[in-house]
């Protein structure tokens, strides 16, 4: 019993540390291609808090709560009006997921 | 490769060969950075392209991406052996103007930018030497962690390569020397057609140490053969970059008039081409602001002279509700003492010259800038501060629909007040010939990147919902070239699909520009490996196909 709460206890903790990891490359990510656009003033949050005017929504990325994973994945490999797609010698598939990772999770 | 999918293939290339090429490719670089899969390779289309999903659209049949300049020679080299046409780009976000689509379907991208090392910043010699894959974000914090007192000068979005930037033609933001992305390059390294590896200038002499301050070493200057063409695949560049002043001022120079542009150019013109301004960003207040609708007594003015502007309607709206006519931003660096000693100059220039101008100084600070200045600089391109900021042209308003994008046509004419006037004219008699709202009206102001002349720009929505939008863009693009030819203005630029339309207009003694450079492409490249087409200069195998 003991061997088995301290080896739940050891993958769990791998677990996190693993999280953690993701979600700090998410947000490498993110300060690298994402925030220039957008980070708060921005184009891409000037032009989404036209979209989301009169809505709980934020127009600001790193503030959303229910930010879908497969949502951010799909809009960085297939663009959106004119922010346009990002071939994987930018955002590889790995970086990717890190980065839907933290946008989803972030404000969880 | 997706079994069921069609593949696309190089340009009469057959997929026996093709596939042993990818073999080869991968040999070279790993199977790691051969690109072959369609959602792979789609990622390199041009987001921002004019025949969006129209078969004549440019998709890569592959994007291989080499790391070092020995691994470039050999995929050259492959090329020739198969005669696979090539395609290189730098960080491939030349967004308007092709952004990282080779110029014809089934061109073999070679994508540079995992070559990314910043080999040198010198900040007592104020130079640096780059790779293709180095973007203006990379540098500027490559120079700020190492507290390097250089800034490179650079165009509006900060993702984009120096290489790749100036190889194309780019402009910036400060002085007009350094403005010049091409002109203050100095020294490359290229791989030529044949796979052989050429330095230039300086660069040409072993163990130089002048590669990027001396432009010329001994002998011919071939750099230019390297911008808007295909001669070979640049791997290194060296470029001249400003030393960080102490202090910048920003003043802004507003005048009530429309004709008031005459005078007022004439003065700018001096100031700048003396190193007493830096780039002055000139705007006109009566457009509204970002995203919001135009006012519509004013807007009724844009059409009611039988469908044209009422020009003197304008002036007296603009007159009335003390909009001034013309806005511009003025950047002025230096030290303290003489900054101040500039506006005091320009201010007396401007007051004797034009009635009713009036400066205003809206920026000033000592440098180094403190966090919360950069982030609130109005223009932070003029310090050398990358960002994507320039985007919101292109994002939705409050008044506008949103668009996939926009394609450049950018025409060169005199930095002249007068002959702006007159390239309104033009542009809004053609806009109402096409049967068109116009994209121009009486308040249409020049960009002034280029220095030495104004660039009078359009930007053109394109879609990629919506194939007749592009359709439609593309011929009033090609008219445009033309109008704008007969009137003696040529683009500095365009994206592949405008390529030969904007250089079939330098047609001066039978195209003899031209023919010079198809001379040249025969010679150095005679099977026709390296982006063909691209500005406007086929190989010989392909001569008469793709070209009128």
């Known amino acids: 019993m003991i061997k088995k709460t301290l080896l739940l206890i050891f993958f769990t903790g791998l677990l996190f540390a693993n999280d953690t990891n993701k979600f700090n490359e998410g947000k490498q990510v993110f300060d690298k291609w994402c925030i220039h656009c957008h980070g708060v003033g921005?184009?891409?949050?000037?032009?989404?808090?036209?979209?989301?005017?009169?809505?709980?929504?934020?127009?600001?990325?790193?503030?959303?709560?229910?930010?879908?994973k497969s949502f951010i994945e799909y809009v960085v490999r297939n663009g959106r009006f004119s922010m346009p797609f990002f071939r994987k010698i930018e955002i590889n598939n790995k970086q990717l997921e890190s980065l839907a990772f933290y946008l989803s999770t972030k404000n969880r | 490769m997706s079994e069921n999918k069609k593949m696309i293939l190089p340009h009469k290339v057959n997929e026996k060969d093709f596939l042993n090429a990818i073999k080869e490719f991968e040999k070279v670089v790993g199977k790691e950075w051969v690109y072959k899969e369609e959602e792979d390779i789609n990622l390199y289309r041009d987001a921002y392209s004019p025949c969006w999903d129209e078969p004549q659209e440019p998709i890569p049949s592959l994007a291989v991406a080499?790391?070092?300049?020995?691994e470039v020679q050999e995929i050259v080299k492959i090329a020739n052996k198969y005669k696979i046409a090539i395609f290189p780009i730098s960080t491939g976000k030349n967004l308007g103007y092709g952004s990282s689509a080779p110029n014809n379907r089934g061109d073999v991208v070679i994508d540079l930018k995992r070559m990314n090392k910043i080999i040198e910043v010198n900040d007592k010699r104020n130079f640096c030497i780059l790779e293709p894959g180095v973007s203006y974000f990379d540098l500027y914090e490559y120079c700020e962690k190492n507290n390097l007192n250089v800034m490179m000068d650079m165009p509006d979005p900060g993702w984009g390569s120096p290489v790749g930037n100036s190889l194309d033609h780019g402009w910036g933001y400060m002085y007009g020397q350094y403005r010049d992305h091409f002109g203050a390059h100095c020294g490359m390294e290229v791989v030529l057609p044949n796979g052989e590896l050429m330095r230039t200038a300086m660069g040409a002499l072993p163990g130089s140490k002048t590669f990027a301050e001396n432009k010329y070493g001994y002998g011919p200057y071939v750099d230019g053969l390297f911008s808007q063409s295909n001669f070979g695949i640049v791997t290194k560049m060296g470029f001249w970059m400003m030393p960080k002043p102490e202090h910048y001022t920003l003043a802004v120079l507003t005048v009530p008039k429309r004709d008031d542009l005459i005078p007022l150019v004439e003065i700018m013109n001096y100031l700048e081409d003396s190193s007493i301004i830096g780039w002055p960003l000139y705007r006109s207040p009566l457009n509204p602001e970002y995203g919001k609708a135009m006012n519509p007594e004013l807007k009724s003015y844009l059409t009611s002279k039988n469908g044209k502007p009422d020009i003197d309607k304008i002036q007296d709206y603009a007159l009335r509700n003390k909009i001034p006519y013309w806005k511009i931003d003025i950047p002025i660096y230096g030290n303290k003492d003489s900054v101040e000693a500039n506006v005091n100059y320009i201010k007396q220039r401007f007051s004797k010259a034009i009635d009713g101008a009036e400066i205003e100084v809206i920026e000033d600070y000592d440098l180094p800038l403190t966090k919360e200045q950069k982030k609130s600089l109005k223009h932070k391109v003029t310090l050398g501060i990358p960002n994507l900021e320039i985007f919101w042209l292109s994002t939705r308003g409050e008044n506008f629909a949103p668009k996939d994008g926009h394609v450049w046509f950018s025409p060169i004419i005199p930095r002249d007040g007068k002959e702006l006037l007159k390239c309104q004219e033009i542009y809004i008699d053609t806009f109402h010939e096409l049967g068109m709202e116009s994209m121009i009206t009486p308040f249409s102001h020049p960009r002034t990147w280029m220095y030495r002349a104004f660039c009078f720009m359009i930007g053109f929505a394109n879609s990629r919902e919506d194939k007749e939008i592009n359709e439609k863009m593309r011929n009033v693009y090609n008219?445009?070239?033309k109008v704008a030819a007969k009137h003696g203005w040529g683009d500095y630029r365009a994206g592949p699909v405008f390529q030969d339309a904007v250089s079939g207009v330098y047609n001066f003694n039978d195209s003899i520009l031209k023919r010079f450079a198809e001379q040249l492409k025969d010679t150095i490249d005679p099977n026709g490996i390296i982006a063909p087409g691209r500005g406007g200069i086929w190989p010989k195998r392909l001569r008469g196909e793709k070209n009128d």
């Open chain 2, 66 to 70: 080499p790391k070092e300049v020995e």
């Open chain 2, 479 to 481: 008219t445009m070239v």
């Open chain 1, 42 to 68: 921005m184009p891409a949050t000037d032009a989404l808090s036209i979209v989301y005017k009169d809505t709980e929504i934020s127009p600001v990325l790193e503030e959303r709560k229910n930010l879908d």
